[in-house]
């Protein structure tokens, strides 16, 4: 990875293939990594650039109040260091809350857009698998928080099939972790985020998916987003979870890469 140095971060960035732009933007963990499945069959047709997010990852872990507007605030500034003008988007979850902001507010730099597994109004599902895993970060600390996200991420099938590679990844994360207040602080950003005022301006041709059995922002939320954008359509994968890029990531990549370069 190589290193941006911005107004007041530095952001870890990755660049892997050739052809137009594709920004893959993670969801509230906001690691490179979680595309680790997806990046390279998206790579064989597009020049694909993961990156951590602010307080994430190698990327400046900075103490402050967080919102989706300065996530959006700083992938805009890393694309202006990268001298990027115009490129796709693919948001998971928090990252498609980033992509819907970014859309809204800079038509001129989307060419196209991912929305994956993300939303634009809190449905009471959401609320209370958010609440409820702020309430585990504050009681028990980063670890019980990150110990308790496959529940959330993986459907039951996949958790069973695939525990000790989910066991390690825990360890990693757990080892690897920004700290209790930064991700409050990134939580209380998911929960404040109203996308609704950004969805009429949203004028790239847009892809909302999910996956059926996505228990933490559940098929409604992807409908209220595919009805309330123009050019968008709407796809729904059986299987994966609120992860299905990681848990299903042939069917993901199939349909993305599809709607990237149709």
Not at 21 to 45: D, I, K, M, Q, T
Not at 138 to 164: K, N, Q
Not at 222 to 227: D, I, K, N, P, V
């Amino acid at each position: 990875m190589a290193v941006a140095s911005l107004s007041d971060l530095d952001v870890f960035y990755e660049f892997e293939g050739e052809g137009a732009p594709v920004v893959l933007v993670s969801g509230l963990a906001g690691v490179a990594s979680y595309w680790e499945p997806n990046v390279s069959a998206l790579a064989r047709s597009n020049r694909v650039l993961r990156y951590d997010h602010r307080g994430t990852g190698r990327t400046t872990r900075t103490e402050s109040r967080y919102s989706i507007e300065l996530l959006a605030d700083d992938l805009i500034a890393l694309l202006d260091h990268l001298e990027i003008e115009r490129a796709s988007i693919v948001g998971h979850s928090t990252g498609g809350a980033i992509g819907q902001v970014l859309a809204a507010r800079y038509p001129e730099r989307v060419d196209r857009l991912v929305l994956y597994a993300t939303w634009a109004t809190l449905c009471p599902q959401m609320r209370m698998c958010m609440e409820f895993r702020q309430t585990l970060l504050m009681a028990d600390g980063p670890p019980a928080f990150h110990r308790s996200s496959p529940i959330f991420l993986y459907p039951p099938r996949y958790v069973c099939e695939t525990w000790p590679t989910i066991e390690r990844e825990l360890d990693r994360n757990i080892r690897n972790s920004t700290s209790q207040s930064i991700i409050r602080s990134r939580i209380e950003a998911v929960v404040g985020f109203d996308g609704t005022p950004y969805l009429g301006a949203i004028e790239a041709p847009t892809l909302v998916l999910v996956a059926e059995d996505d228990i933490l922002t559940p098929p409604v939320a992807s409908e209220e987003l595919a009805a309330s954008i123009r050019n968008a359509r709407l796809t729904k994968l059986a299987y994966g979870g609120h992860a299905v890029s990681y848990c299903e990531p042939d069917a993901f990549n199939a349909a993305v890469s599809a709607f990237l370069n149709g």
